[in-house]
């Protein structure tokens, strides 16, 4: 089974800190994303990467970056928290035959 | 830009009582719909992928079906563990390689 780790599941940070939110695969999938999702709003695209250092802006990037240092993590970092980037965060993989994504369990952030 | 709309955006059955949710949506070019089951607190379940209008796919309770605008999830004889948001996205056939995801449908089965 395809696995994908999120580091955290709760986080409680304050306004204007700088903030790393953590995925890892254990497969050697070159796609990966960062989405987050709010209520009525669905899934939304942040960034997404298709290989070790390349990175592409989603729909929402402002206020977000990511890192891709190594093929297995793909980082998130929300430069100076802001209370409007509450909510849950989503990392996937995609692969397999039907190119569909794998998710991990999410980060819900809390912004103070 | 990639749209994709469903509805009803809750849904609230008894045990046993069929229903459909739907998927409508807007691509360029479509090379893939997908469904996921998403419970709470945790990430998406891949379900189905759907390639071409026509398609069907099913899978215990749930059958999805395929048109050139929009999907149905069709829920037969529903159970209360079927209780769950359901997420439909698409992929475009060219570019960006990344889904584009509808809001959901939030399901409420009661035993």
């Known amino acids: 089974d395809v696995k994908v780790t999120q580091s955290s599941r709760y986080l409680v940070k304050r306004t204007g800190e700088k903030v790393f939110l953590e995925c890892v695969q254990d497969?050697?999938?070159?796609?990966m994303f960062w989405y987050r999702q709010d209520p009525g709003l669905g899934l939304r695209l942040i960034y997404f990467?298709?290989?070790?250092?390349?990175?592409e802006k989603g729909d929402i990037p402002e206020g977000y970056s990511v890192s891709r240092e190594k093929k297995e993590r793909f980082s998130l970092i929300l430069e100076s928290a802001s209370t409007n980037q509450t909510s849950m965060y989503l990392c996937?993989?995609?692969?397999?035959?039907?190119?569909?994504?794998?998710f991990g369990s999410g980060t819900q952030l809390s912004v103070l | 830009e990639d749209q994709v709309t469903q509805s009803p955006e809750a849904l609230r059955l008894q045990e046993g009582e069929s229903s459909s949710l739907n998927c409508s949506y807007t691509v360029s070019g479509l090379r893939g719909l997908f469904w996921y089951r998403q419970d709470p607190g945790k990430g998406p379940e891949f379900l189905f992928t759907?390639?071409?209008a026509g398609e069907e796919k099913e899978k215990e309770r749930l059958k999805a079906t395929l048109t050139k605008k929009e999907s149905f999830l069709h829920i037969t004889a529903p159970k209360p563990e079927d209780s769950a948001t359901y997420l439909c996205?698409?992929?475009?056939?060219?570019?960006?390689?990344?889904?584009?995801f509808g809001s959901g449908t939030r399901l409420q089965v009661q035993p």
């Open positions: 759907l390639y071409s």
């Open positions: 990467s298709y290989d070790v250092k390349m990175k």
């Open positions: 996937a993989i995609q692969g397999g035959t039907n190119e569909k994504l794998f």
């Open positions: 497969m050697d999938h070159e796609n």
């Open positions: 996205a698409v992929r475009r056939d060219t570019g960006r390689r990344a889904l584009t």
